[in-house]
């Protein structure tokens, strides 16, 4: 949810410039628009901290299987699976993850990688 407030914000704030511009860039924000949160998840999860602002709230990260970090392609494709399936399927395919027994839904199966607790990481020191 906080991730999803963060993204609001940030096109709402690109939508408020285009009724400020009276439409001259609706253009520029309609194109943005579905970008900002690739380049949001992406840049975050690819990131040092391997995970999203809100991930980091509440102690989660991603990892890859072998417990290392994922790299910005890897963190790219993995925003991007998560979109798609959650697109094409209004949601619904992230009910996978309670029908496996470590959680993970769908673009985690196709990616190679987790969600894993932060505390968790810490203790095995990774």
């Not at 609001?8 to 579905?34: N, S």
């Not at 998840?41 to 072998?66: F, K, N, Y």
């Not at 925003?79 to 959650?86: E, K, R, S």
């Amino acid at each position: 949810i906080i991730d999803v407030v963060i993204l609001l914000g940030v096109t709402g704030f690109l939508w408020t410039l285009v009724v400020l511009t009276l439409g001259l860039l609706w253009a520029v924000a309609a194109v943005l628009t579905p970008i900002v949160p690739l380049v949001y998840h992406t840049a975050l999860i690819g990131g040092r901290h391997s995970a999203t602002l809100g991930m980091r709230v509440t102690g989660v990260e991603i990892r890859r299987l072998d417990g290392g970090r994922p790299d910005i392609a890897l963190a790219f494709l993995q925003t991007a699976l998560f979109y798609a399936t959650v697109t094409l399927t209004s949601m619904l395919i992230l009910l996978v993850a309670l029908f496996n027994d470590r959680g993970r839904c769908l673009h985690d199966w196709l990616t190679g990688t987790m969600a894993v607790r932060t505390a968790a990481v810490e203790r095995l020191g990774a």
